[in-house]
């Protein structure tokens, strides 16, 4: 997806990808910057 793009326009299979790895991804951001956590809700 090219800067600016539409998560739409991201390919249904990295977006599956993502989607398994979501608690994982967000675990790894809170432990990288602890002052700009985000948490699971959409």
Same mark, same amino acid.
């Given at each position: *997806?090219?800067? %600016?793009?539409? &998560? +739409?326009?991201?390919?249904? !299979?990295? *977006?599956? &990808? &993502?989607?398994?790895? $979501?608690? !994982?991804? &967000?675990?790894? $951001?809170?432990? +990288?910057?602890?002052? +700009?956590?985000?948490? %699971? !809700?959409?």
């Amino acid at each position: *997806m090219p800067p %600016g793009g539409r &998560i +739409k326009e991201i390919d249904p !299979a990295v *977006m599956e &990808i &993502i989607e398994e790895h $979501w608690d !994982a991804l &967000i675990d790894a $951001w809170n432990e +990288k910057d602890p002052e +700009k956590p985000v948490s %699971g !809700a959409e």
